[in-house]
């Protein structure tokens, strides 16, 4: 459950959602683990399941993510991910990337 990730992780909490940095790279060989997953601070495992206005919130959220990783770690470009009824919860990966640093652009999972 996303939920219980250390709450050293969490870096911004909205009035719907909680953005955390992910426990482990997404990506081999960072120097730095800035993947971030996005999820709603309610138990839902679908994203049909949330409000409009928790919906809203989740990718203001998103966004909101995106814009700081790319200012701040000069992110190029981002690979973002939904994860919806997978496991007991809804989760957004949100995935600095630069050009070049994976041989096929869309292979990020072994």
Do not use: M
Not at 24 to 33: C, Q, S, T, V
Not at 74 to 95: P, R
């Amino acid at each position: 459950n996303v939920h219980q990730v250390s709450k050293k992780l969490l870096f911004f909490e909205s009035r719907f959602s909680l953005a955390f940095l992910s426990p482990a790279p997404i990506l081999p060989g960072r120097k730095a683990n800035l993947d971030s997953l996005v999820t709603s601070k309610f138990q839902v495992k679908n994203l049909h399941e949330l409000t409009a206005e928790q919906n809203t919130d989740l990718w203001l959220t998103v966004q909101k993510v995106n814009s700081v990783l790319q200012e701040n770690y000069e992110s190029t470009a981002f690979t973002i991910e939904v994860k919806d009824g997978v496991n007991s919860q809804l989760f957004i990966n949100v995935i600095p990337r630069k050009h070049g640093d994976l041989p096929v652009n869309d292979v990020i999972y072994r």
